[in-house]
T-cell receptor, first 113, second 115 residues
Framework: DAGVTQSPTHLIKTRGQQVTLRCSPK?????VSWYQQALGQGPQFIFQ???????QRGNFPDRFSGHQFPNYSSELNVNALLLGDSALYLC????????????FGPGTRLTVT | AQSVAQPEDQVNVAEGNPLTVKCTYS??????LFWYVQYPNRGLQFLLK??????LVKGSYGFEAEFNKSQTSFHLKKPSALVSDSALYFC?????????????FGKGTTLSVSS
């Protein structure tokens, strides 16, 4: 049983560019959450998707957007990248009817230069 | 506003000794509390959770946590530390009185177990 997978593992972008990160949830999980973990900090909640809709959103600007596909996989898009967007981006999946355990992927390390 | 605090950036303990990693929380409703561990260049691994019930929660790898409502604390404990327990530990909370399942994480505590 594959766990949560994310791609790519690492990414280097230039300020002002756009980036798309991808996540495949654990088998059977229908809810996907995205978190940003800056260096030396705990993860911060970006948003959560269920049934292809954004169900909850954290305190992040509109430059951060997402999508969930019918197979429950998800994308995180960040436009107009800033240096401060450099971080580890974590995807977590869970079951809508048992949301208390979120399973995290290994993350995508984004560096903005 | 919901929050968690991990007052120690680092905890050092000798192998075989008991360990405690501290966490305090602030929520408006009933707290749902979690501990996760992160190894270098890895995602977070779930250790244990408190939703309701017994104040002492047992989790993975011999870890346990004690929920104390009067002190708003949820400290992580292990009777005998292993060198392999060295990692970054995060406490997290979800406000049970609010919709959504977003987790609010602390800043993390680095546990270093020496042989």
């Amino acid at each position: 049983d594959a766990g949560v997978t994310q791609s790519p593992t690492h990414l280097i972008k230039t300020r002002g560019q756009q980036v798309t990160l991808r996540c495949s949830p654990k088998s059977g999980h229908d809810t996907v959450s995205w978190y940003q973990q800056a260096l030396g900090q705990g993860p911060q909640f970006i948003f959560q998707y269920y049934e292809e809709e954004e169900r909850q959103r954290g305190n992040f600007p509109d430059r951060f957007s997402g999508h969930q596909f019918p197979n429950y996989s998800s994308e995180l898009n960040v436009n107009a990248l800033l240096l401060g967007d450099s971080a580890l981006y974590l995807c977590a999946s869970s079951l809508s009817y048992s949301p208390y355990e979120q399973y995290f992927g290994p993350g995508t390390r984004l560096t903005v230069t | 506003a919901q929050s968690v605090a991990q007052p120690e950036d680092q905890v050092n303990v000798a192998e075989g000794n008991p360990l405690t990693v501290k966490c305090t929380y602030s929520v408006s409703g009933n707290p749902y509390l979690f501990w996760y561990v992160q190894y270098p260049n890895r995602g977070l691994q779930f250790l244990l959770k408190y939703i309701t019930g017994d104040n002492l929660v047992k989790g993975s790898y011999g870890f346990e946590a004690e929920f104390n409502k009067s002190q708003t604390s949820f400290h992580l404990k292990k009777p005998s530390a292993l060198v392999s327990d060295s990692a970054l530990y995060f406490c997290a909370v979800r406000d049970g009185g609010q919709a959504g399942t977003a987790l609010i994480f602390g800043k993390g505590t680095t546990l270093s177990v020496s042989s």
